[in-house]
């Protein structure tokens, strides 16, 4: 249902790797939500929404972290993420984490009303179907776990695609198979994730699109790397790889995921 | 016995309770003396026994069991004679010797050799009657007993199942509702409940080598199934 | 048998180089549509199939937290029926009170059908090493006997062999039969194996088979296979001997149906298996066949200690395979990997949950918490929940590698002091994007050796997002 509040302010929840990465997503993200009519803030002291610690079963961290980002974040209309799994995290499970201190369930639980993932938050509540830019290419998007399975992102970013003056989608076999990353998985596994992510680059490949696109950059960084360095050892120009929010909002100047800077 | 009791008192202890008895327990013996039912697919609802009968001769191609649909019990001896002519397979029959069965004219076809008794495992064909037909997935139910050894089901390289048309059902819990119908208590506890009921959906098949999947592994390579009659039979 | 659960890493290691297997694991993913297609397909199929998910969770819920009235109920009734039903608390009391069936009725040979808990408690190899012949006749499971191997799958148990293997160990087994013979199409495989355990179901003393479920109202227990080979097992030898844990039992023959109904759509995309059969003791009076004795062993093994834990709802996985047909892990490894009795995303948690945190710890790790297993499993076990408790198990234990560990505390000191966090996030971000601008990755990082190895590392834009929205809003 769309949400008719005229100017909701927002809290950008801009993840460590968007951070740390690639600014122009958050900058992407900034730019679609003030044109669907929001105002949007960048907390200070927002850091990581605690993942890495959680799934290694660091419990105690990850409430610290959870709780910054509570008191940070609490404040505002929404909050939204450009990442399925930092925004499941904190919509999922901050509420199980902090069951035991009925005070902060509680903020929790609030929270995670008011928290979305990017592309749903445009498509789900703001009511957003179409978008005034252009993409010449031809474009696969991988639907990352967290944000498929925890927070129902699978047709909203297709849609939104869909309305990009001069992009064509074409789906992706396996579009719904983990690319391998994991979080800490990639680090521990190697040989594992590498197996699964040389499954996806197969399955991209065979596509024949020039530009993948996902709504997470840990999966991004991920598959980036594998096909560039699939191009390097074959030969051949590496498939483009973006968050989808450089799509959508038209912000594409600067070189894809691992590309060189051109020129 | 110590192990029981250790068990036992494990999950009690696990659940942080003692024994259910009187009030607690109530509601556990009214749930296996009257049990409830799950949720019912609906592609067997509101079906008339014609509607059930085609539904079950669907599920039943889909399960590459073969199907034969004959008005009456006189003329099941032609149905089976041209069913084993058509496949080359020997007129040689294992019976069970229920009155059903029985009640078949077979000197109609005196070629069909037929011995009634369990299989020993040197029968080509075995002959059974079903106690009833599940129309939801064309799951033959047969239940082991003086006039019914289960041993035909599985032995011979073919089995020919003879099927009234009125006893098809929609779902499985009508035939659990069936059989307890027909026990004398009208429940299946202790020896009420016969040793065997065997569901039976299609002919015996594997996929374990390299996921194809192959007919007759160690039960029958056939399945054929002669319906009889379009109402009560 | 000895799990090799800790050495995951190496067993995944050596299943990756191994091409058979890749081979095979091919097979299981994409031969004749593949499993996670076909129950996909099923599913599709019936609009209730969400609806049924509830009920069976329902159902196994109820049935747990009554577990202790539910058996007792199925012990009297299959005890009325003329069965015998043992309660054993260990692998070891098991295995004794089968041999102790076998020798009281003078056995030779025993058949067996398909039983994970025949797996759990290693009883072939007990039975073989006093004198009784234990005969697998499911036939993934005899492949996978005359090869000395143990199931890598809980419902396809030769899923990581190849045709071709299959034939050399025909050959090399069958020594009997005629060299010369053709063995290369799988239905002349197949017509082998039926030829070869047809004799053996009907020379055999004693059949032991496993159970998908015991009954309470009526003291039951119901197989699910396509073969045959469970119901041959059975009806024809001196006395059946059914393996089931505690977890097995349901209420009703009601129960079962709706269960029945996810059970083999998620496992295969069958709406039924071929044969589903109810056993109730042995054979009655006027039977003209089945056998003469009926056993349930009842094992606990550890399920008893799971009730009423954050590990509970694993008791709810009735051995479908779903999990392990969808997750993209088991089909890089496959299932010997996982080095014990149950691979897959159930394996990572019943493995740990059975035989401890210390040999198993690898397997809840190994994932990725995609979360496609719970998505598909007809139980709707929260499988990557679980397997995050183990780990929190272990970091509490201080089980996980000191890297690792270093290395997350390191990050999380950091997090929780957003002003060092933005000025060494800044200060990384620069230097990692200055080295890395012209190519825009890194071919190598020392420290992500594991992550470079096989492919690039994107290189920063070489600012943090934090301190360009600072700037814009102050300038």
Same mark, same amino acid.
């Given at each position: 249902?769309?949400?008719?509040?005229?100017?909701?302010?927002?809290?950008?929840?801009?993840?460590?790797?968007?951070?740390?990465?690639?600014?122009?997503?958050?900058?992407?993200?900034?730019?679609?939500? +003030?044109?669907?009519?929001?105002?949007?803030?960048?907390?200070?002291?927002?850091?990581?929404?605690?993942?890495?610690?959680?799934?290694?079963?660091?419990?105690?961290?990850?409430?610290?972290?959870?709780?910054?980002?509570?008191?940070?974040?609490?404040?505002?209309?929404?909050?939204?993420?450009?990442?399925?799994?930092?925004?499941?995290?904190?919509?999922?499970?901050?509420?199980?984490?902090?069951?035991?201190?009925?005070?902060?369930?509680?903020?929790?639980?609030?929270?995670?009303?008011?928290?979305?993932?990017?592309?749903?938050?445009?498509?789900?509540?703001?009511?957003?179907?179409?978008?005034?830019?252009?993409?010449?290419?031809?474009?696969?998007?991988?639907?990352?776990?967290?944000?498929?399975? +925890?927070?129902?992102?699978?047709?909203?970013?297709?849609?939104? %695609?869909?309305?990009?003056?001069?992009?064509?989608?074409?789906? %992706?076999?396996?579009? +719904?198979?983990?690319?391998?990353?994991?979080?800490?998985?990639?680090?521990?596994?190697?040989?594992?994730?590498?197996?699964?992510?040389?499954?996806?680059?197969?399955?991209?490949?065979?596509?024949?699109?020039?530009? %993948?696109?996902?709504?997470?950059?840990?999966?991004?960084?991920?598959?980036?790397?594998?096909?560039?360095?699939?191009?390097?050892?074959?030969?051949?120009?590496?498939?483009?790889?973006?968050?989808?929010?450089?799509?959508?909002?038209?912000?594409?100047?600067?070189?894809?995921?691992?590309?060189?800077?051109?020129? | 016995?110590?192990?029981?009791?250790? #068990?036992?008192?494990? #999950?009690?202890?696990?659940?942080?309770?003692?024994?259910?008895?009187?009030?607690?327990?109530?509601?556990?013996?009214?749930?296996?003396?009257?049990?409830?039912?799950?949720? #019912?697919?609906?592609?067997?609802?509101?079906?008339?026994?014609?509607?059930?009968?085609?539904?079950?001769?669907?599920?039943?191609?889909?399960?590459?069991?073969?199907?034969?649909?004959?008005?009456?019990?006189?003329?099941?001896?032609?149905?089976?004679?041209?069913?084993?002519?058509?496949?080359?397979?020997?007129?040689?029959?294992?019976?069970?010797?229920?009155?059903?069965?029985?009640?078949?004219?077979?000197?109609?076809?005196?070629?069909?050799?037929?011995? @009634?008794?369990?299989?020993?495992?040197?029968?080509?064909?075995?002959?059974?009657?079903?106690?009833?037909?599940?129309?939801?997935?064309?799951?033959?139910?047969?239940?082991?007993?003086?006039?019914?050894?289960?041993?035909?089901?599985?032995?011979?390289?073919?089995?020919?199942?003879?099927?009234?048309?009125?006893?098809?059902?929609?779902?499985?819990?009508?035939?659990?509702? @069936?059989?307890?119908?027909?026990?004398?208590?009208? @429940?299946?506890?202790?020896?009420?409940?016969?040793?065997?009921?065997?569901? #039976?959906?299609?002919?015996?098949?594997?996929?374990?080598?390299?996921?194809?999947?192959?007919?007759?592994?160690?039960?029958?390579?056939?399945?054929?199934?002669?319906?009889?009659?379009?109402?009560?039979? | 048998?000895?799990?090799?659960?800790?050495?995951?890493?190496? $067993?995944?290691?050596? /299943?990756?180089?191994?091409?058979?297997?890749?081979?095979?694991?091919?097979?299981?993913?994409?031969?004749?549509?593949?499993?996670?297609?076909?129950?996909?397909?099923?599913?599709?199929?019936?609009?209730?199939?969400?609806?049924?998910?509830?009920?069976?969770?329902?159902?196994?819920?109820?049935?747990?937290?009554?577990?202790?009235?539910?058996?007792?109920?199925?012990?009297? =009734?299959?005890?009325?029926?003329?069965?015998?039903?043992?309660?054993?608390?260990?692998?070891?009391?098991?295995?004794?009170?089968?041999?102790?069936?076998?020798?009281?009725?003078?056995?030779?040979?025993?058949?067996?059908?398909?039983?994970?808990? !025949?797996?759990?408690?290693?009883?072939?190899?007990?039975?073989?090493?006093?004198?009784?012949?234990?005969?697998?006749?499911?036939?993934?499971?005899?492949?996978?006997?005359?090869?000395?191997?143990?199931?890598?799958?809980?419902?396809?148990?030769?899923?990581?062999?190849?045709?071709?293997?299959?034939?050399?160990?025909?050959?090399?087994?069958?020594?009997?039969?005629?060299?010369?013979?053709?063995?290369?199409?799988?239905?002349?495989?197949?017509?082998?194996?039926?030829?070869?355990?047809?004799?053996?179901?009907?020379?055999?003393?004693?059949?032991?088979?496993?159970?998908?479920?015991?009954?309470?109202?009526?003291?039951?227990?119901?197989?699910?296979? =396509?073969?045959?080979?469970?119901?041959?097992?059975?009806? &024809?030898?001196?006395?059946?001997?059914? &393996?089931?844990?505690?977890?097995?039992?349901?209420?009703?023959?009601?129960? /079962?149906?709706?269960?029945?109904?996810?059970?083999?759509?998620?496992?295969?995309?069958?709406?039924?298996?071929?044969?589903?059969?109810?056993?109730?003791?042995?054979?009655?009076?006027?039977?003209?066949?089945?056998?003469?004795?009926?056993?349930?062993?009842?094992?606990?093994?550890?399920?008893?200690?799971?009730?009423?834990?954050?590990?509970?709802?694993?008791?709810?996985?009735?051995?479908? !395979?779903?999990?392990?047909? $969808?997750?993209?892990?088991?089909?890089?490894?496959?299932?010997?990997?996982?080095?014990?009795?149950?691979?897959?995303?159930?394996?990572?948690?019943?493995?740990?949950?059975?035989?401890?945190?210390?040999?198993?710890? $690898?397997?809840? $790790?190994?994932?990725?918490?995609?979360?496609?297993?719970?998505?598909?499993?007809?139980?709707?076990?929260?499988?990557?929940?679980?397997?995050?408790?183990?780990?929190?198990?272990?970091?509490?234990?201080?089980?996980?590698?000191?890297?690792?560990?270093?290395?997350?505390? &390191?990050?999380?000191?950091?997090?929780?002091?957003?002003?060092?966090?933005?000025?060494?996030?800044?200060?990384?971000?620069?230097?990692? !994007?200055?080295?890395?601008?012209?190519?825009?990755?890194?071919?190598?990082?020392?420290?992500?050796? !594991?992550?470079?190895?096989?492919?690039?590392?994107?290189?920063?834009?070489?600012?943090?997002?934090?301190?360009?929205?600072?700037?814009?809003?102050?300038?």
């Amino acid at each position: 249902m769309a949400d008719p509040a005229p100017r909701p302010r927002v809290g950008l929840f801009v993840t460590c790797l968007v951070d740390v990465f690639r600014p122009s997503v958050g900058f992407a993200a900034v730019k679609l939500l +003030e044109e669907c009519g929001c105002t949007v803030e960048v907390p200070e002291g927002q850091t990581c929404c605690g993942q890495p610690a959680y799934n290694s079963g660091d419990r105690a961290d990850t409430k610290a972290l959870a709780k910054r980002t509570i008191e940070a974040f609490e404040k505002f209309d929404y909050v939204v993420v450009p990442s399925g799994s930092c925004g499941g995290m904190i919509k999922e499970h901050y509420k199980e984490l902090l069951a035991d201190e009925p005070d902060w369930a509680h903020r929790a639980q609030h929270l995670a009303a008011r928290t979305y993932e990017l592309v749903s938050f445009l498509h789900d509540v703001r009511g957003m179907r179409t978008v005034n830019s252009r993409y010449d290419g031809t474009v696969t998007y991988h639907d990352s776990c967290s944000g498929l399975r +925890e927070l129902g992102v699978k047709q909203q970013p297709r849609a939104l %695609l869909r309305s990009v003056a001069g992009l064509k989608l074409v789906e %992706l076999p396996g579009a +719904e198979v983990c690319c391998g990353f994991g979080g800490t998985f990639c680090v521990k596994y190697p040989e594992i994730s590498d197996k699964m992510v040389t499954a996806k680059t197969d399955d991209i490949d065979a596509t024949g699109a020039d530009t %993948l696109l996902a709504g997470d950059m840990g999966c991004l960084m991920n598959m980036a790397g594998k096909l560039k360095r699939r191009a390097m050892e074959r030969g051949g120009r590496a498939v483009r790889v973006r968050h989808v929010a450089e799509v959508l909002a038209g912000e594409t100047d600067a070189p894809p995921i691992a590309a060189a800077k051109e020129g | 016995m110590a192990a029981r009791d250790q #068990i036992l008192g494990g #999950i009690r202890r696990s659940l942080h309770r003692g024994v259910l008895d009187g009030a607690a327990a109530a509601p556990l013996e009214q749930r296996v003396t009257t049990p409830p039912r799950g949720p #019912i697919p609906a592609r067997t609802q509101g079906l008339d026994q014609g509607g059930l009968v085609d539904q079950f001769e669907r599920c039943a191609n889909e399960v590459a069991a073969s199907v034969t649909r004959v008005a009456r019990l006189d003329d099941v001896p032609e149905a089976v004679a041209s069913f084993l002519a058509q496949h080359n397979l020997p007129a040689d029959l294992a019976m069970a010797p229920d009155p059903l069965l029985d009640r078949i004219p077979w000197d109609k076809r005196p070629l069909l050799r037929i011995r @009634k008794g369990r299989s020993d495992g040197r029968d080509p064909v075995g002959l059974s009657a079903a106690f009833t037909g599940i129309a939801e997935t064309a799951t033959l139910m047969l239940a082991s007993g003086p006039e019914s050894p289960s041993t035909l089901n599985f032995l011979p390289d073919t089995h020919v199942v003879v099927l009234p048309a009125g006893r098809i059902v929609g779902p499985m819990e009508d035939a659990w509702a @069936k059989l307890r119908a027909a026990s004398p208590a009208a @429940k299946l506890s202790g020896e009420a409940m016969p040793r065997t009921v065997n569901f #039976i959906t299609g002919p015996s098949r594997t996929g374990d080598i390299e996921q194809k999947i192959l007919m007759g592994a160690h039960g029958p390579r056939r399945l054929h199934i002669v319906i009889v009659g379009d109402e009560r039979s | 048998m000895q799990p090799t659960s800790h050495a995951f890493k190496q $067993n995944a290691h050596e /299943a990756i180089a191994d091409a058979k297997l890749q081979q095979a694991l091919g097979f299981f993913q994409f031969g004749q549509a593949g499993l996670a297609e076909r129950r996909r397909q099923a599913v599709a199929k019936l609009p209730e199939f969400d609806t049924l998910r509830d009920s069976a969770k329902a159902i196994k819920d109820h049935t747990l937290a009554h577990l202790d009235w539910y058996l007792e109920r199925f012990e009297k =009734n299959c005890t009325e029926a003329g069965g015998h039903v043992h309660w054993c608390r260990t692998a070891e009391e098991a295995r004794q009170t089968v041999l102790e069936i076998c020798r009281k009725v003078g056995a030779r040979t025993v058949t067996k059908g398909k039983s994970m808990i !025949g797996e759990e408690i290693a009883i072939n190899d007990y039975l073989s090493e006093n004198g009784v012949v234990p005969i697998e006749t499911d036939l993934g499971e005899y492949i996978v006997q005359i090869r000395h191997e143990i199931p890598s799958h809980i419902i396809a148990p030769a899923i990581h062999l190849t045709q071709k293997q299959v034939e050399q160990s025909f050959r090399e087994t069958h020594t009997h039969l005629d060299p010369a013979r053709q063995l290369a199409e799988p239905r002349q495989l197949l017509d082998e194996a039926r030829g070869i355990l047809r004799q053996k179901f009907l020379d055999a003393d004693v059949g032991i088979t496993g159970a998908n479920f015991l009954i309470a109202e009526t003291g039951t227990s119901v197989i699910v296979t =396509n073969e045959g080979n469970g119901d041959l097992t059975q009806l &024809l030898p001196k006395a059946h001997i059914v &393996l089931a844990s505690l977890e097995k039992v349901v209420p009703t023959l009601e129960d /079962a149906s709706t269960i029945l109904r996810v059970l083999a759509r998620s496992a295969t995309g069958q709406e039924m298996s071929v044969y589903t059969t109810f056993s109730t003791g042995p054979r009655r009076a006027g039977d003209l066949d089945g056998p003469g004795e009926y056993h349930v062993i009842l094992l606990d093994n550890g399920r008893s200690a799971l009730l009423g834990t954050e590990f509970q709802d694993i008791l709810r996985c009735i051995r479908c !395979g779903a999990c392990m047909n $969808n997750c993209p892990v088991y089909a890089s490894v496959g299932g010997h990997a996982y080095g014990w009795v149950y691979p897959g995303p159930m394996g990572s948690v019943l493995t740990p949950a059975l035989i401890g945190v210390e040999e198993a710890g $690898n397997l809840p $790790n190994a994932s990725t918490f995609c979360g496609r297993c719970e998505s598909v499993c007809p139980m709707r076990i929260p499988l990557p929940k679980m397997m995050r408790h183990f780990r929190e198990q272990e970091y509490e234990r201080k089980l996980s590698p000191k890297t690792v560990r270093a290395g997350l505390a &390191l990050w999380a000191f950091l997090a929780k002091r957003p002003a060092l966090y933005h000025r060494l996030t800044r200060l990384a971000s620069s230097i990692l !994007g200055r080295l890395g601008r012209r190519s825009g990755s890194f071919y190598n990082l020392p420290l992500a050796q !594991g992550w470079t190895g096989t492919r690039d590392m994107p290189a920063p834009q070489g600012q943090t997002f934090q301190a360009m929205w600072r700037a814009r809003r102050a300038g």
